[in-house]
């Protein structure tokens, strides 16, 4: 049923040809390493996110998308990192994508495996920058350069 409403949002963007919202998460743990998931749809590493649901706010988004991604938990949301609004950002749909950097806890665990294939914590410069999915690339380079962004 969840798949359903997600193709029905999707659709309904596409139809009234406004852009869908949505968010990307840079989950850092305690030991500071930075949590990645490896999508299924291109095989690709990215941040973990997703839409958001019609009814719901973003910050619950954010702590579903990472619960159901990584099977983690949001332990504080740091700040925000951009908004990222670029019609090719997302090669699906035309989305705006808010990113925030989160504290996180818990064990690592996919549990949306239609979506998910691995989940894996990098340190910093072993992150495969320049291999990410959609504009990740982008929203970590800005996140480790300290910048909010609007784009």
Not at 31 to 60: A, Y
Not at 70 to 85: C, F, H
């Amino acid at each position: 049923m969840r798949r359903l409403w997600h193709f029905a949002q999707t659709v309904l963007g596409v139809i009234f040809r406004h852009p869908i919202t949505g968010t990307s998460i840079i989950p850092i743990l305690p030991d500071g390493r930075i949590v990645l998931i490896q999508r299924r749809d291109n095989g690709r590493w990215g941040l973990p996110g997703g839409m958001v649901n019609w009814g719901e706010d973003l910050l619950t988004t954010i702590h579903r998308e990472l619960e159901e991604e990584t099977g983690l938990e949001v332990a504080k949301v740091r700040r925000l990192v951009g908004v990222y609004s670029a019609p090719d950002r997302d090669p699906r749909i035309h989305s705006i994508c808010v990113v925030v950097e989160v504290e996180v806890q818990g064990t690592m665990k996919a549990k949306d495996t239609y979506e998910v294939g691995e989940v894996r914590a990098f340190a910093p410069n072993t992150l495969p920058i320049g291999k990410l999915s959609h504009d990740h690339d982008r929203q970590l380079q800005d996140y480790f350069n300290g910048q909010t962004t609007l784009a």
